[in-house]
């Protein structure tokens, strides 16, 4: 098993003895993430960065006591995503843990979390099942996107989009959510999917899947992946002419870094829903530019989330002088998120943290100002009109149970 660690430790003195609500003398926090493979743009080493910048927005320290990052590498293994985070709470004294990006390693680390009454920061994985049949509004928070918001946004966007689909999917848990989300809301929206495909994590070459979409001659074809997978299927999505006669929405080009990756050349024109606009206001641009700075490379939706989330964590570890993730939860709820992140979020009973969203369009090459001015904004949606209401929720009982 190949493990990586990163430590970025305020002090290695003993907290004092005022601060002993604090386990282990410090607060500790993990990002577990994709540090070598398909997901390491969006999230891995620029969800470390993002992490440690929070934590020295606090001087690296909460009431006196020290804050600790630490990273590893899971390799979208649940297997290897679950032992790390054993050894971590179990050995190592660790809090929290943030990031995970795929959805069945963060299934994994969740059941853990539960066992040793540990926080879960989830930033970048998607399904929607965290805050519905698997919650544990006690132990995680779901704070950047999930499939129920994406599907239902697609829906509010289909008179632009087109009424018939096409889906090329990754073959996991996050794909088929993905998948089944938005084809949920394509129907309910008088739209119609009539067709899908499947690809394994990792797939290089796309050739056959754009010819069953072209030969489905569905309105949209919509690409149900993300990290690597995305990238590689938006290019041969325009190598194939598909953009010429079918509209393309990259489910997993939902990132300034994977946009630049492709090229504006190759994605332009494009439309997909962020949970994230990088120039909406004073605060985004401030973390956009100091991120650039320090990585050169912009930040994507999951690092600033990341960012957001640990920043929130640390605010309320600070508010209670508790780390027990049940005090801490219930501070964050109380709450609101004002950051780089979004200007008006809210932490739900169910642990979804709900915030406006937007549909973008990926800018043409004439119309970019500058290496990073990729995108233009087509429309804001409120979070309560996106993202899954308590009202329907699977977890609103247990949620009332834990409080």
């Known amino acids: 098993m190949r493990l990586v660690t990163v430590s970025l430790t305020a002090s290695l003195l003993f907290a004092p003895a005022a601060h002993a609500e604090m386990s282990g003398g410090k607060v500790k926090i993990g990002v577990l993430t994709d540090l070598s493979g398909p997901y390491e743009q969006n999230s891995g080493v620029g969800a470390v960065e993002a992490a440690k910048m929070a934590a020295e927005e606090f001087g690296n320290k909460v009431n006196g006591v020290p804050v600790e990052i630490i990273a590893a590498d899971h390799q979208n293994k649940p297997d290897i995503g679950a032992a790390i985070a054993r050894r971590w709470f179990d050995l190592d004294g660790v809090d929290a843990i943030t990031d995970l990006v795929n959805s069945a390693v963060a299934f994994a680390v969740l059941e853990i979390a539960k066992a040793d009454n540990k926080a879960v920061l989830l930033t970048s994985a998607g399904s929607a099942d965290f805050t519905g049949k698997a919650c544990a509004p006690n132990n995680l928070v779901h704070w950047v996107y999930d499939t129920y918001e994406i599907g239902a946004a697609i829906g509010r966007a289909l008179p632009e989009l087109g009424k018939t689909w096409f889906f090329i999917t990754a073959d996991y848990v996050y794909g088929r959510a993905l998948q089944d989300g938005a084809a949920t809301f394509i129907d309910k929206n008088g ?85 994230w606009l990088p120039d909406r206001d004073a605060a985004a641009k401030a973390f956009f530019a100091k991120f650039l700075e320090r990585r050169n490379t912009a930040p994507s939706s999951f690092q600033v989330g990341t960012y957001s989330v640990v920043r929130s964590y640390l605010k309320a570890v600070e508010a209670t002088n508790s780390d027990d993730p049940k005090t801490v939860f219930a501070k964050m709820r109380e709450t609101r998120i004002d950051d780089a992140f979004t200007p008006n979020g809210r932490l739900r009973p169910d642990g979804r943290m709900v915030h406006d969203v937007y549909v973008v369009q990926i800018k043409s090459p004439a119309e970019s100002k500058g290496e990073w001015d990729l995108l233009k904004l087509v429309a804001t949606i409120p979070g309560d009109q996106v993202f899954r209401p308590l009202s329907d929720n699977a977890c609103l009982p247990l949620a009332a149970e834990q409080k």
């Open 191 to 275: 739209g119609r999917v009539v067709g899908s495909v499947r690809h394994p994590l990792g797939t290089t070459d796309f050739s056959s899947f754009m010819l069953q979409a072209q030969t489905s001659k569905a309105e949209v074809v919509a690409l149900a992946n993300g990290g690597d997978d995305a990238v590689n299927s938006v290019k041969s999505a325009r190598e194939f002419g598909i953009t010429e006669k079918q509209k393309v929405v990259p489910f997993g080009l939902d990132s300034l870094p994977a946009i630049h990756a492709t090229s504006l050349q190759l994605a332009q024109g494009m439309m997909y829903v962020s949970p």
